[in-house]
Structure formats: structure tokens, C-alpha cells
């Protein structure tokens, strides 16, 4: 089993900053892919950005260019930088993770609320 426990949400003006962190904790060595998921009023859940344990990265194109994920495999976080932010990145943001054998794992969520 792996637990997943998000911070750094809250409430950011339009064009700030805001630095989400996950901390996972359990069964770490089975961990491979973590990712920052993202769910708005009304909407389905999308991907905001991915990383595997090489430091590979995939981005949704709205946040591509604005949003840094980061993973640190000796403190066992990932970490999402979002920078330029706008209203429509308001949403609850939810760290995932990924094991081998196979097995999916979620954070509670963390959210974040844009004001234009």
C-alpha cells in the first residue's frame, strides 16, 4: 500500500504562483509514475503533468510552459510549480501514483481557487 498526502493549496491571485507538494509514504519501492490530476466544478478529472522514476515528463498543453512537476526519489515527493496561473486552473488537484505490479493509488486532494 501507498499513501498519498497533498499540501500547498489555497488561494492565489491571477498571474502568482503557487507550489503544490505530495509526500508519499507506504510501500515507496513499488512506486513508479506519479502525476498531479486535476478536477473542476462540473468536470471530469484531466491530467495536469506526469513523471517517471527516470524524471520524464508529460504535460497537459493548457499548463505546458507554466506548470514544473518535479519528483525528489530520496524524500519520496513530487512536487508541482505552477506559475502564471489563471482562473480556469481552478480546480481540486490530486497527487496519483503508480506501482509495479500494477496498482493505483490517489491523494485526498488540495484545492485551488484562482481570482481573477
Known amino acids: 500500500q501507498v499513501q498519498l498526502v497533498e499540501s500547498g493549496g489555497g488561494l492565489v491571485q491571477a498571474g502568482g504562483s503557487l507550489r503544490l507538494s505530495c509526500a508519499a509514504s507506504?510501500?515507496?519501492?513499488?512506486?513508479?509514475?506519479m502525476a498531479w490530476y486535476r478536477q473542476a466544478p462540473g468536470k471530469q478529472r484531466e491530467l495536469v503533468a506526469a513523471?517517471?522514476?527516470?524524471?520524464?515528463?508529460n504535460y497537459a498543453a493548457s499548463v505546458k510552459g507554466r506548470f514544473t512537476i518535479s519528483r525528489d526519489n530520496a524524500k519520496n515527493t513530487v512536487s508541482l510549480q505552477m506559475n502564471s496561473v489563471n482562473p480556469e486552473d481552478t480546480a481540486v488537484y490530486y497527487c496519483y501514483a503508480v506501482s509495479i505490479p500494477l496498482r493505483k493509488y490517489w491523494g485526498q486532494g488540495t484545492q485551488v481557487t484562482v481570482s481573477s
Open positions: 507506504g510501500d515507496i519501492r513499488s512506486v513508479n509514475a
Open positions: 513523471i517517471n522514476t527516470g524524471g520524464t515528463t
